[in-house]
């Protein structure tokens, strides 16, 4: 190329204008075109099935939207945000899950700082429970509390601190667990309201409660005394009952019995009693005659008893030659 066929400023100023001309005149339709795709895209909006939409213009709050597609006023001025109010949320204490599912993994780490508690009789438990809750109120969840989630771990943890402290180890360990679940769960939706959180508490569990490790070993022998003092208790019990009742019910036969010998006696006295007045009654009427019939019914009492029976004549002298009547020989005398 030599100076010569070098163009001119001018030329290459006309040469642009040829080729770039033509955009440069169409340039404000494209970003007209941007500006109004970023709109349209920013006015169509979807809500889920189970969320509602809450709505603020410029910041404030207008009004909620229900599930499906709709339509708010573009470049910033409405701004929708879904809020879940039928999922059903869980906070965990003590303890984390990192896989649910039929076998649940669990987070090795401790989380002694929310776990560890004192009882009301001054021993310490490692208390492990979850919350569970839904949202009820939208506006208040967004615009009533900075931040929910904090709030209901925070007082979930204050309420259980106290019912643990006012019930003593075995209570919290057996007995007093669906109690202490059913007033938790009350005692926080109360508090909860009272903060405007907008929150449903739907159950409070406790998962597992279990002395704290370094104590453990003494509180297993604790027990292990406990269950044998029940053991030797029950024992001793059961050889009561099995005595007791046995000698009280000897005792109240023999009483029975001395009653009932009692009473045979003093009916049979005044039997007795009563005949002899009835014999006497008639002895007076016919003495001889009562002496005969008593000699009589003697006679026929002890004449069977007696083996060997001797009829004497009362013209004998004597009975000498009586005497062995008996004996071998005697038949013919």
Request: net charge positive; charged share 30%; aromatic share 8%.
């Amino acid at each position: 190329m030599t100076w010569q066929n070098v163009p001119s400023p001018e030329e290459i100023i006309d040469v642009g204008k040829k080729r770039f001309g033509g955009f440069l005149r169409s340039w404000p339709l494209v970003i007209l075109g941007l500006f109004l795709l970023i709109g349209l895209k920013g006015v169509i909006y979807s809500i889920g099935p189970d969320e509602v939409g809450v709505i603020q213009r410029f910041g404030k709050y207008v009004g909620l939207t229900s599930p499906g597609l709709h339509i708010k006023l573009p470049f910033g001025i409405d701004a929708v945000t879904p809020i879940k109010v039928e999922k059903i949320f869980k906070e965990e204490f003590g303890t984390r899950t990192l896989r649910p599912g039929v076998r649940t993994t669990y987070s090795p780490r401790q989380h002694t700082e929310e776990s560890l508690m004192l009882t009301g009789d001054l021993n310490i438990l490692d208390v492990r429970w979850i919350v569970q809750f839904k949202i009820k109120d939208p506006v208040k969840l967004l615009f009533a509390v900075r931040d929910p989630r904090d709030n209901i771990r925070d007082i979930s943890e204050v309420v259980m601190r106290r019912l643990v402290g006012d019930y003593g180890v075995d209570e919290v360990l057996t007995t007093k667990r669906e109690e202490i679940d059913h007033i938790a769960q009350q005692e926080m939706q109360e508090i909860l309201d009272i903060y405007q959180t907008g929150v449903s508490i739907v159950t409070v569990k406790l998962l597992d409660v279990n002395p704290s490790e370094k104590v453990r070993p003494a509180f297993n022998e604790v027990n292990e005394a406990k269950q044998e003092k029940e053991k030797m208790i029950n024992q001793a019990w059961e050889a009561y009952n099995k005595v007791i009742p046995r000698a009280r019910g000897e005792a109240e036969q023999t009483i029975r019995q001395g009653e009932g010998y009692a009473l045979d006696k003093i009916n049979r006295a005044k039997g007795e009693s009563e005949r002899f007045l009835a014999t006497l009654a008639e002895y007076k009427k016919a003495p001889a005659i009562t002496k005969k019939r008593f000699y009589l019914e003697t006679m026929m009492q002890v004449l069977p008893k007696v083996k060997a029976k001797y009829i004497v004549d009362s013209q004998q002298p004597s009975i000498l030659p009586l005497l062995h009547l008996d004996k071998e020989g005697g038949s013919g005398q």
